[in-house]
């Protein structure tokens, strides 16, 4: 069983930057392909960038195309979501997920969640 666990959420002023970290523990983590969605208060969860297996491919929203870049270190079981030029917009708890070898927009199609952290952006 995949266990899933963010980290570096906090408060940031407009314009500033961020790093989310998600630590995984269990499965074989080079063979899931990570992603990253986010939801604001009475929001749909939304997604905001994924990472193949083996870091080659990347995705993002068109939100934060640009700003956002995802890695991975497939050594460390680890994926980071760099966030620069932050926006208020950009406030939401913000969640890390796993899902079998391919890359994918959809939230539902995604295995294993992490619990989320909260990103507040101040204008």
């Known amino acids: 069983q995949v266990q899933l666990a963010e980290s570096g959420g906090g408060l940031v002023q407009d314009g500033g930057s961020l790093r989310l970290s998600c630590a995984a523990s269990g499965g074989t983590f080079s063979t899931f392909a990570m992603g990253w969605f986010r939801q604001a208060p009475g929001k749909d969860r939304e997604f905001v960038a994924t990472?193949?297996?083996?870091?080659?491919?990347?995705y993002y929203a068109d939100s934060v195309n640009g700003r956002f870049t995802i890695s991975r270190d497939n050594a460390k079981n680890t994926v980071w979501l760099q966030m620069n030029s932050l926006k208020p917009e950009d406030t939401a708890d913000y969640y890390c997920a796993a899902r079998k070898l391919f890359t994918s927009r959809a939230s539902a199609s995604y295995d294993y969640w992490g619990q989320g952290t909260q990103v507040t952006v101040s204008s």
């Open positions: 990472i193949g297996t083996t870091g080659r491919s990347t």
